[in-house]
């Protein structure tokens, strides 16, 4: 067993828990502690080093953010407090806990998780894992590997960032029914699968606990579409896998020795 915390920052709450990240399931109690008004860098910052403490699992810690991560620097923040662009967040919160903490972006983290673990175990080739909430997430993964940060929900459709017309939260705005919204996802869709030929969707995001609802209307010509299997803990799961990934945990030494 390798247990490695992961932290899923999210626009209600803040999750943690331990993961056994070669089986991806969750070892421990999953905790949650409500995103504080705003989500202002030292605000989560106070929250996400409560959780970790609460814990008590030493060794790296997975953190996801909702938006463009790049080397442990937040670089947008579409759904939270402006102050995380262009911060040195990794840096920020390892100091904060006194662990090392890598963040990466939450769409990342939970396409990482349901690529390896949920709907794409055993999928070879290309999968695009995409997020729909308050925005659309995106996580593309070519036989197992992450290309960071694709941020297709900012993809200019229809003069608009594609986010803005087809999310959860635009589905809510508009008062569209499941086959109304359907529609609009479906265009969209239609576009990434002409830009990238994934053999496989995977939707994931709020809406995927509602996949009755959506799958009869969601179909392409070539690529499968399919609801996420992890839903809310794809996210812990992905940011622990990366933490492990960036800083593997410290054997114990039976372990080593056993290995030796
Ligand atoms: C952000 C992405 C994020 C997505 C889902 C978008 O608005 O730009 O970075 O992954 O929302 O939270």
Redesign the pocket.
């Given at each position: 067993m390798s247990v490695t915390l992961g932290i899923d920052i999210g626009g209600s709450g803040i999750k943690g828990a331990p993961v056994d990240t070669l089986t991806g399931q969750l070892v421990g109690e999953r905790r949650r502690i409500p995103t504080p008004e705003g989500a202002a860098p030292a605000d989560v910052k106070a929250v996400v080093a409560e959780l970790v403490r609460g814990f008590g699992l030493p060794g790296p810690v997975g953190v996801t953010f909702?938006?463009?991560v790049q080397r442990g620097r937040t670089l947008?923040a579409?759904?939270v407090h402006k102050d995380w662009i262009g911060l040195d967040a990794d840096t920020l919160l390892s100091e904060a806990v006194g662990q090392e903490v890598h963040l990466l972006?939450?769409?990342d983290a939970a396409g990482l998780a349901e690529a390896r673990f949920g709907a794409g175990a055993g999928q070879d080739g290309t999968v695009m894992v995409l997020?729909f909430?308050?925005?659309?997430?995106s996580a593309l993964i070519h036989n197992g590997v992450l290309v960071p940060n694709t941020?297709l929900?900012?993809l200019w459709l229809r003069d608009k960032h594609a986010?803005t017309w087809a999310s959860d939260r635009a589905r809510e705005r508009d008062d569209l029914n499941w086959k109304q919204w359907s529609k609009r996802a479906c265009s969209y869709l239609q576009h990434l699968e002409l830009l990238f030929s994934p053999e496989l969707f995977i939707i994931g995001g709020g809406i995927s606990k509602k996949a009755d609802k959506w799958t009869p209307h969601l179909t392409l010509d070539r690529s499968r579409v399919v609801p996420a299997q992890l839903l809310n803990e794809a996210g812990i799961i992905g940011a622990a896998m990366q933490a492990a990934l960036l800083a593997p945990p410290v054997q114990s030494s039976r372990a080593a020795a056993k290995k030796a």
């Amino acid at each position: 067993m390798s247990v490695t915390l992961g932290i899923d920052i999210g626009g209600s709450g803040i999750k943690g828990a331990p993961v056994d990240t070669l089986t991806g399931q969750l070892v421990g109690e999953r905790r949650r502690i409500p995103t504080p008004e705003g989500a202002a860098p030292a605000d989560v910052k106070a929250v996400v080093a409560e959780l970790v403490r609460g814990f008590g699992l030493p060794g790296p810690v997975g953190v996801t953010f909702p938006g463009i991560v790049q080397r442990g620097r937040t670089l947008s923040a579409a759904n939270v407090h402006k102050d995380w662009i262009g911060l040195d967040a990794d840096t920020l919160l390892s100091e904060a806990v006194g662990q090392e903490v890598h963040l990466l972006n939450d769409a990342d983290a939970a396409g990482l998780a349901e690529a390896r673990f949920g709907a794409g175990a055993g999928q070879d080739g290309t999968v695009m894992v995409l997020t729909f909430g308050t925005g659309i997430g995106s996580a593309l993964i070519h036989n197992g590997v992450l290309v960071p940060n694709t941020e297709l929900g900012h993809l200019w459709l229809r003069d608009k960032h594609a986010e803005t017309w087809a999310s959860d939260r635009a589905r809510e705005r508009d008062d569209l029914n499941w086959k109304q919204w359907s529609k609009r996802a479906c265009s969209y869709l239609q576009h990434l699968e002409l830009l990238f030929s994934p053999e496989l969707f995977i939707i994931g995001g709020g809406i995927s606990k509602k996949a009755d609802k959506w799958t009869p209307h969601l179909t392409l010509d070539r690529s499968r579409v399919v609801p996420a299997q992890l839903l809310n803990e794809a996210g812990i799961i992905g940011a622990a896998m990366q933490a492990a990934l960036l800083a593997p945990p410290v054997q114990s030494s039976r372990a080593a020795a056993k290995k030796a």
